[in-house]
């Protein structure tokens, strides 16, 4: 079983705040998607990460995946209410099929006006 | 934007009751999921679907488990004789290449409560 380790756990920031969340792992993984999740819904994705050391930025949030593909990061600046939810990292290891993600327990996010 | 879309929504049952969790995947979607997440936990992989054949399944997937894809459109997860630990929210999955990394489009998922 591949672990995802994610933290922290809970996260409660003001708005206006920058904030960052990991995701680690002993294992290394081809890749890495990150997802968020609000109540009642399913994970949506937001990004993923293939190459050690890459770095992808949507709008205020920048995601980057370590150099030796154990590990990413989750990089909010200037964080809004809308930020809200749960941030899900996910990645497929080497000898992974099409579809079989390893998930970490997530990042609760709030953000509070 | 086309969306999976998974019924019931919430569904109780008795233990022992066998129960059918219903999913749409996106029309022009080849590749076909069933994720669980029980209450607190991680999100974990069941079996994934290809070509009307079960392409990968993990441990949690036993002989109570089955997928089936009914009519070319429904994609529907069976399990035959539930248990308390069963109770779970259910994810529907669908990508639409069977390239690495392919994002996966995920339904909002059946809370199934076992009691």
């Known amino acids: 079983t591949q672990l995802l380790e994610q933290s922290p756990q809970f996260l409660s920031i003001q708005e206006g705040e920058n904030l960052t969340v990991y995701c680690n792992s002993s294992?290394?993984?081809?890749?890495l998607q990150w997802y968020r999740q609000e109540p009642g819904e399913g994970p949506v994705l937001l990004v993923t990460?293939?190459?050690?050391?890459e770095v992808k930025k949507l709008k205020r949030l920048t995601f980057q995946f370590g150099d030796a593909r154990k590990d990413s990061s989750l990089h909010i600046t200037a964080a809004q209410p809308g930020d809200t939810g749960l941030y899900l990292c996910?990645?497929?290891?080497?000898?992974?099929?099409?579809?079989?993600?390893?998930f970490g327990r997530g990042t609760q996010l709030t953000v509070w006006p | 934007e086309p969306e999976v879309t998974q019924t019931p929504s919430h569904q109780v049952t008795q233990m022992g009751q066998e129960v059918i969790l219903r999913c749409v995947p996106i029309?022009?979607?080849?590749?076909f999921y069933w994720y669980r997440q029980i209450l607190g936990q991680k999100v974990e992989f069941l079996v994934s679907?290809?070509?009307?054949?079960?392409?990968?399944k993990s441990e949690i997937f036993d002989d109570q488990f089955s997928v089936e894809r009914p009519d070319g459109s429904n994609f529907t997860l069976k399990i035959r004789s539930t248990k308390l630990e069963d109770s779970a929210m259910y994810f529907c999955?669908?990508?639409?290449?069977?390239?690495?990394?392919?994002?996966?489009?995920f339904g909002n998922g059946t809370r199934l409560t076992v009691t």
């Open positions: 999955a669908s990508s639409g290449t069977g390239l690495a990394n392919s994002p996966l489009h």
């Open positions: 679907f290809y070509n009307n054949e079960i392409s990968e």
């Open positions: 029309s022009n979607h080849l590749y």
């Open positions: 996910a990645g497929y290891d080497r000898g992974s099929t099409l579809g079989r993600l390893y």
């Open positions: 294992s290394v993984f081809s890749s």
């Open positions: 990460v293939v190459t050690g050391g």
